[in-house]
């Protein structure tokens, strides 16, 4: 696939999440707040039942074709009644959401690897950047939203559907000619189907109407490892507990998870300054006592 431009844009999705006991969709109506576990549920047999009666043309997507190729989404009926269903050939991950009621909820997130791409050890966290095109739509068919050129997200500013689907797509590789065209090769293409709880749960987006569940159509051609608050260290990396989940990480307690704190620690001596002072690629640990300086106030 060739792209005359390769420079980041506007994101387009930003995670918001009320727990207000109502509130107000795009035309100013009251919208009642539910219950997270019970949305889920509903969620789920809405997805359930769109992955078990349509398919797609995976009959397309040999992995030695160069060519891009549209997925095509359909259902089964028809000339296509004997395809293989897509729940037979989706995987699915569970992703953790704090409710208003510090209840944790996990939500069912599907997706499905049309093609893989070449460059698997560069797959996205969920707080890296990504540079895909994309389209969007409801599980009637609705298109909300379609970006055919590729433009750059950063995977903190997405809804948490879209960041933990596109963890499991690895980019391929490119080649700048001299006019400046990018030529890209071997990238990943899928789909990703999440409930309403990872994407925009009680609020209505435009032709998303409240409490959707949503599906992707994602090419990823290539990604960038992300240091958020400039400190040396990738964002991916400020996990101290090691659950590759960035966001629960708050050594200092001050509401704001390492990955977005300058001084994790809280001791008034920046992370970037505490973190490797001697260059030897490791984190310092002056008194020995196991915490590495920048996650020690002591």
């Not at 389209?135 to 590729?150: A, C, E, H, R, S």
């Not at 590789?173 to 071997?186: A, K, L, Y």
């Not at 992300?226 to 964002?235: A, K």
């Not at 990480?249 to 008034?268: E, I, K, M, R, V």
Request: hydrophobic share 30%; proline share 5%.
């Amino acid at each position: 696939m060739k792209i005359t431009s390769f420079a980041p844009i506007i994101l387009l999705f930003i995670f918001v999440l009320s727990f207000n006991a109502c509130k107000k969709d795009d035309e100013g109506e009251e919208v009642e707040l539910r219950d997270h576990t019970e949305q889920e549920l509903t969620d789920e047999q809405l997805l359930l039942a769109f992955l078990q009666t349509h398919t797609y043309n995976y009959e397309d997507f040999p992995p030695a074709n160069e060519e891009h190729v549209a997925i095509i989404i359909d259902s089964l009926a028809g000339d296509l009644a004997n395809k293989t269903p897509l729940i037979d050939l989706v995987q699915s991950i569970e992703v953790p959401v704090n409710t208003a009621n510090d209840i944790v909820v996990n939500h069912t997130l599907y997706h499905l690897v049309a093609r893989q791409g070449d460059r698997l050890e560069s797959k996205p966290s969920i707080v890296d950047s990504v540079y895909l095109s994309y389209t969007g739509k409801l599980l009637d068919g609705t298109q909300f939203d379609q970006m055919i050129n590729p433009i750059w997200f950063d995977n903190t500013r997405v809804i948490r559907g879209f960041s933990y689907g596109l963890q499991n797509f690895a980019p391929g590789t490119f080649e700048q000619s001299q006019n400046g065209t990018i030529n890209f090769s071997g990238y990943g293409q899928g789909l990703i189907f999440m409930p309403s709880g990872l994407g925009y749960f009680a609020s209505s987006q435009g032709q998303i109407p409240a409490y959707s569940p949503l599906m992707f159509e994602v090419s990823v051609y290539t990604t960038n490892q992300s240091d958020h608050d400039g400190d040396g260290i990738l964002s991916i990396n400020e996990d101290p507990d090691g659950d590759g989940n960035p966001y629960n990480d708050d050594t200092d307690q001050d509401g704001t998870p390492n990955f977005l704190d300058s001084d994790d620690d809280g001791d008034g001596i920046l992370t970037i300054n505490e973190y490797d002072n001697d260059q030897d690629g490791q984190a310092d640990d002056d008194d020995n006592d196991g915490t590495p300086n920048y996650l020690d106030n002591n």
